[in-house]
């Protein structure tokens, strides 16, 4: 069974310019999230899909992200001008609707740099 | 908010136990993480402890839990270089599987 896979797994681009990222999740995840990683610092959480829904988008830095997930299976995540500071490793991650604690499987990342 | 630290960077020499400390602040955390993270891949996950347990033993792995300071750990026995990565601890408190994490502690592993 494929794992969450993200594409592409590099991306240089210039400031004031658009990228896209991608993730598919697991086949039959619902949930699906994507967290980020700057450079020595935490992963933080940026927003969290139910199927094609947006359940919880708080950790979006700002209205040049934008996350959709149309049909509920693959996602992607639009940076619309792309700033110096956006720079670091995109993380999916999914896991099954329904149980107590079911895990979240990550994939490989995304590492964006903004030069 | 949630807050998890942990420290940067740990050196151990093969054959040593590692141990990794996390404190979080969320005194609602119901289950406690640990992801391994190797050079150029995706996020793994560990090991989790509920938040009502002391120690969770797999293998190598041990966890300790003390709620009442907030503080995890993991030790690693008879660490390898193969257990060379990034290891971040993380917690959740909330449904949905919103997951907070730590800055990650990078374990080098010195043969």
């Known amino acids: 069974e494929a794992g969450v896979t993200q594409f592409p797994s590099h991306s240089v681009i210039e400031k004031g310019q658009t990228v896209t990222l991608r993730c598919d999740p697991i086949s039959g995840h619902d949930n699906l999230y994507w967290y980020r990683r700057v450079m020595g610092k935490e992963i933080k959480f940026l927003l969290h899909f139910v199927k094609e829904s947006k359940q919880d988008e708080s950790g979006m830095p700002n209205n040049r992200f934008l996350a959709e997930r149309t049909g509920g299976t693959y996602s992607t995540l639009k940076v619309q001008p792309a700033e110096l500071e956006d720079s670091g490793v995109y993380f999916c991650a999914s896991s099954q609707l329904t149980g107590v604690n079911t895990e979240a499987f990550f994939g490989q990342g995304t590492r964006l740099t903004v030069v | 908010g949630e807050d998890v630290e942990q420290s940067l960077f740990l050196s151990v020499r093969e054959g040593d136990s590692s141990v990794i400390n996390c404190t979080y602040t969320d005194s609602s955390s119901t289950y406690l993480y640990w992801y391994k993270q190797e050079p150029g891949a995706g996020l793994q996950l560990l090991t989790y402890?509920?938040?009502?347990?002391d120690m969770k033993q797999d293998q190598r792995l041990t966890v300790l839990l003390n709620k009442k300071d907030k503080h995890l750990s993991l030790r690693i026995a008879d660490t390898q270089t193969g257990d060379s990565a990034i290891y971040f601890c993380?917690?959740?408190?909330?449904?949905?599987?919103?997951?907070?994490f730590g800055t990650g502690t990078k374990l080098q592993v010195i043969p």
């Open positions: 402890i509920f938040s009502n347990m």
């Open positions: 993380a917690e959740r408190s909330g449904g949905y599987q919103k997951v907070t």
